[in-house]
């Protein structure tokens, strides 16, 4: 499929903040998605918490698997869309990579300990991560990423975050929140694709922990509507394997929605290029029906699964470990590893060190400071 006119163009590209020569067969995003898979933080994705916690089961989606699948949602999207599927995976692949161990939990807890010294927001986290914190190159920190997967990587920012970076780079990755522009069509499109993996696969999850049933998310019409046309056609259908049926249905029918639906936005703006796509509405999106449909869907996950008192009680002490671990480092920054401990932004520091970390290895070192377990199996 040739690439669309409003796609993102590798020839076209807004470029690297330290130039570097081309590479001789690969364009620059398919370098950016290459570069993502060979860092150390994405290999760390597989032992962090998703919605469960790495030790309560070895089938549960890890932030890795989790953003293996938004790739290939968002790649099936790109491609009839004439979309640039080597940017939309490289910006799928990475746009979890600044999450704390233990989800959102986690993050919740670092956010509060960084209250005064302006919080922690996991997407500015991810942005930082292939800026700044991976370290493998002799010439620069970072990944030196392109300016069009740095866009994508930084699907939200505060005002206050915004400007920060617009300061440092005026006119960059920042500029966006601070004049209410869109990013390119792969940015959009990455961003949905985690809301439609997620929603799926967290039913599954749920499902298979035992914390919901499957009678039950047949409240949800999206996934019911699915599973009587799964029953009407395979009458004898039960358990796991209708589960997945009625899950793969209703992904083949919200991946179909949003190619019509985004085709019939992106025919109605006609946008140029990826610079008039930016100045447009927001182009990537579901129909209405289906944006209220999904919609319902995550408000059940919500309420029968994120809520339930189970998972709760996970999240309380997952807080416990992410807060005791910042005022171990805070009390003895000496405590953390040399590039750490050393940098004169001992806060920042501490929590880019927390940010960084595994589920297990975050366990183990609370127990190592504190002498207390706790979240082990
Ligand atoms: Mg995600």
């Not at 914190?133 to 620069?140: G, I, K, S, T």
């Not at 990587?153 to 960059?172: D, F, M, T, V, Y």
């Not at 047949?218 to 004898?236: G, I, N, T």
């Not at 919500?302 to 339930?308: G, I, M």
Request: proline letters at 4%.
């Amino acid at each position: 499929m040739a690439l669309a006119a409003y796609a993102c163009d590798p020839a076209r590209s807004r470029g690297r903040r330290h130039p570097e020569p081309p590479a001789p067969t690969r364009s620059d995003f398919q370098r950016d998605r290459d570069r993502i898979v060979h860092s150390t933080a994405f290999r760390r994705l597989v032992y962090k918490t998703q919605v469960f916690l790495n030790h309560e089961g070895d089938l549960f989606r890890t932030r890795l698997t989790h953003s293996l699948e938004v790739a290939q949602l968002a790649r099936s999207i790109a491609r009839p869309l004439g979309l640039n599927e080597d940017l939309v995976e490289a910006i799928a692949l990475a746009h979890d990579l600044g999450h704390t161990p233990f989800g959102h939990a986690g993050q919740d807890a670092l956010h509060e300990c960084m209250r005064e010294q302006g919080g922690f927001e996991h997407n500015l986290q991810s942005l930082r991560v292939v800026d700044e914190l991976e370290q493998r190159y002799p010439a620069f920190d970072g990944l030196n990423l392109t300016f069009e997967a740095r866009e994508g990587i930084l699907k939200h920012c505060s005002r206050r975050n915004a400007q920060a970076l617009e300061r440092h780079e005026p006119g960059g990755v920042g500029r966006r929140f601070v004049d209410g522009t869109q990013p390119a069509l792969e940015a959009q499109l990455a961003n949905l694709a985690d809301e439609i993996a997620y929603n799926a696969h967290d039913i599954d999850d749920g499902v298979r922990s035992g914390l919901i049933a499957l009678d039950q998310v047949r409240e949800v019409e999206l996934f019911d509507a699915h599973c009587r046309e799964a029953l009407r056609d395979w009458p004898s259908l039960q358990g796991r394997r209708l589960l997945y049926e009625a899950i793969r249905r209703m992904l083949s029918e919200q991946v179909y929605d949003v190619i019509d639906a985004t085709r019939g936005a992106i025919e109605e703006a006609r946008p140029a290029d990826a610079d008039a796509v930016r100045g447009a509405r927001p182009l990537v999106r579901f129909s209405d029906a289906a944006t209220q449909r999904s919609a319902a869907l995550k408000s059940f996950l919500l309420r029968n699964l994120y809520r339930h008192p189970q998972v709760l009680a996970n999240t309380a002490q997952a807080r416990e470990v992410v807060r005791e671990l910042f005022a171990a480092y805070m009390n003895d920054p000496l405590a953390m590893p040399g590039d750490f401990a050393t940098r004169g932004d001992t806060a920042r520091a501490v929590a880019d060190y927390i940010a960084g970390m595994t589920d297990r290895f975050a366990l183990r070192e609370h127990e190592r400071l504190t002498g207390r377990r706790l979240l082990t199996a």
